[in-house]
């Protein structure tokens, strides 16, 4: 009896010496082994990777430039306005319902998620002089304040002056207390390009097709090559809406139809004016513009709109803006209709609204 008694003992003992080297086989080990991340985080664990617990971490980790690209492209729009043709700087009452007006429109496009840019010529020394400082509050408001020059397009203007007539320029309005990083009406025959970085000026808009002046004679499109004034070769410029989508950089008024990395001057390129947009869609040459703004303008402006959705790009900046005069305020009840009818391109996701300085950030974050 007591054999047999050891006998089992003794294979018992075999048995738990067994149980607990197996055991130790399976004890998780430290070094080889790290705590399960969580998913979502980033972090492509061991256990993630084999079991294909998470495979939103454990795609290919993208590049830089890749993090800014989306599957479906979105088309920044925006609205430029330019604060001009009227006596703000020497006439109060002008310069009141000129503000007054700003005011109202501000609201209304508020009222759709929309922005508004406004470029300062007259108003910016009626700020100064009467008070109100209507421009700032736009500012502070979201919409974006930039600039508007009308300097260097005669053809006897004398090139030397630009850059300090830039500057006076950007100083006079940043007394007001606006961040100024932009221009337009600057299309002229000088170095335009060179004269607003040396004023300080980090991106340019509402370009026209005087702007071609510039360049040496021969690269000039032969459409434009003889511009007499601005008022004249008005048309935006490039001409083709797939070169105006996407900002680019320029390295002198020489070459800036050209992209060049080195160039310190971005372009974001205007898609003409709001009011319009029919007779510019009848017009390779800026003729027959009547500047009443009506339903046909609407109309045509959703069919570029469309063009300029079909070829916007996920891997690039895509933009869309249109321009306006405030010498010349428009028909509020149609400014909303064609406010309702951006709503849906919002909702779905293929526009967004955004200010020029909003782009222009947009560019810079793409770039980097």
């Given at each position: 009896m007591k054999k047999y008694t050891f006998l089992i003992l003794f294979i018992i003992s075999i048995l738990f010496l067994g149980c607990i080297e197996t055991g130790k086989d399976q004890l998780p080990q430290k070094e080889n082994n790290p705590p399960h991340s969580k998913c979502g985080d980033g972090v492509c664990d061991s256990l993630e990777r084999e079991s294909n617990l998470c495979p939103e971490d454990c795609l290919?980790?993208?590049?830089?430039?890749?993090?800014?690209?989306?599957?479906?492209?979105?088309?920044?729009?925006?609205?430029?306005?330019?604060?001009?043709?009227?006596?703000?700087?020497?006439?109060?009452?002008?310069?009141?319902?000129?503000?007054?007006?700003?005011?109202?429109?501000?609201?209304?496009?508020?009222?759709?998620?929309?922005?508004?840019?406004?470029?300062?010529?007259?108003?910016?020394?009626?700020?100064?002089?009467?008070?109100?400082?209507?421009?700032?509050?736009?500012q502070e408001r979201g919409h974006g304040v930039g600039v508007h020059a009308d300097v260097g397009g005669s053809?006897?203007?004398?090139?030397?002056?630009?850059?300090s007539d830039l500057t006076t320029k950007k100083k006079e309005l940043e007394q007001l207390g606006v961040n100024v990083r932009h221009v337009s009406g600057v299309t002229s025959h000088c170095d335009w390009?060179?004269?607003?970085?040396?004023?300080?000026?980090?991106?340019?808009?509402?370009?026209?097709?005087?702007?071609?002046?510039?360049?040496?004679?021969?690269?000039?499109?032969?459409?434009?090559?003889?511009?007499?004034?601005?008022?004249?070769?008005?048309?935006?410029y490039p001409t083709s809406?797939?070169?105006?989508?996407?900002?680019?950089?320029?390295?002198?008024?020489?070459?800036?139809?050209?992209?060049?990395?080195?160039?310190k001057l971005v372009i974001l390129a205007e898609s003409g004016l709001l009011v319009a947009k029919y007779e510019e869609s009848l017009s390779s040459d800026g003729s027959n513009i009547s500047g009443e703004f009506t339903r046909e303008d609407i109309d045509t402006y959703f069919l570029e709109l469309e063009q300029a959705i079909a070829l916007s790009d996920p891997d690039k900046v895509n933009i869309y803006y249109v321009g306006w005069s405030l010498g010349k305020p428009l028909d509020k009840v149609l400014l909303e209709e064609w406010l309702k009818r951006i709503q849906p391109y919002v909702e779905n996701g293929s526009v967004r609204w955004a200010t020029l300085p909003e782009m222009y950030d947009a560019y810079i974050r793409w770039e980097n």
């Amino acid at each position: 009896m007591k054999k047999y008694t050891f006998l089992i003992l003794f294979i018992i003992s075999i048995l738990f010496l067994g149980c607990i080297e197996t055991g130790k086989d399976q004890l998780p080990q430290k070094e080889n082994n790290p705590p399960h991340s969580k998913c979502g985080d980033g972090v492509c664990d061991s256990l993630e990777r084999e079991s294909n617990l998470c495979p939103e971490d454990c795609l290919n980790t993208p590049t830089k430039k890749e993090t800014v690209k989306s599957s479906k492209p979105v088309v920044y729009i925006g609205m430029m306005v330019h604060l001009e043709g009227w006596a703000d700087e020497t006439d109060e009452s002008a310069y009141v319902r000129h503000v007054g007006l700003m005011r109202e429109y501000a609201d209304l496009f508020e009222k759709y998620g929309a922005k508004l840019t406004w470029e300062s010529k007259e108003l910016t020394k009626g700020s100064l002089r009467w008070g109100d400082n209507v421009l700032l509050e736009m500012q502070e408001r979201g919409h974006g304040v930039g600039v508007h020059a009308d300097v260097g397009g005669s053809r006897n203007y004398v090139c030397k002056n630009f850059t300090s007539d830039l500057t006076t320029k950007k100083k006079e309005l940043e007394q007001l207390g606006v961040n100024v990083r932009h221009v337009s009406g600057v299309t002229s025959h000088c170095d335009w390009v060179t004269a607003c970085v040396e004023s300080g000026f980090k991106f340019t808009t509402g370009g026209v097709a005087y702007s071609v002046s510039s360049l040496p004679e021969e690269l000039r499109p032969e459409q434009f090559k003889n511009c007499p004034s601005p008022s004249k070769c008005h048309q935006p410029y490039p001409t083709s809406l797939a070169e105006r989508l996407h900002p680019w950089r320029a390295r002198s008024g020489a070459d800036w139809i050209v992209d060049n990395p080195d160039g310190k001057l971005v372009i974001l390129a205007e898609s003409g004016l709001l009011v319009a947009k029919y007779e510019e869609s009848l017009s390779s040459d800026g003729s027959n513009i009547s500047g009443e703004f009506t339903r046909e303008d609407i109309d045509t402006y959703f069919l570029e709109l469309e063009q300029a959705i079909a070829l916007s790009d996920p891997d690039k900046v895509n933009i869309y803006y249109v321009g306006w005069s405030l010498g010349k305020p428009l028909d509020k009840v149609l400014l909303e209709e064609w406010l309702k009818r951006i709503q849906p391109y919002v909702e779905n996701g293929s526009v967004r609204w955004a200010t020029l300085p909003e782009m222009y950030d947009a560019y810079i974050r793409w770039e980097n």
